[in-house]
């Protein structure tokens, strides 16, 4: 998991780049999307410290 600050625009960058590999788009739950495949998952989220 990392932490963005422009959690749209960062979605929009992920779905590009993991798509390449296979990868659906991000899957929203509340302030996070998370990326998931057979060998594991990548999330994306606002920082919780701000």
Not at 25 to 47: C, E, H, L, Q, W
Request: proline share 6%; net charge positive.
């Amino acid at each position: 998991m990392i932490g963005v600050n422009y959690l749209e625009a960062s979605k929009k960058f992920y779905d590009a780049v993991l798509g390449t590999l296979g990868i659906g788009p991000g899957v929203a739950n509340k302030n996070r999307y998370f990326y998931r495949s057979p060998g594991g998952s990548f999330d994306i989220t606002t920082p919780s410290n701000g």
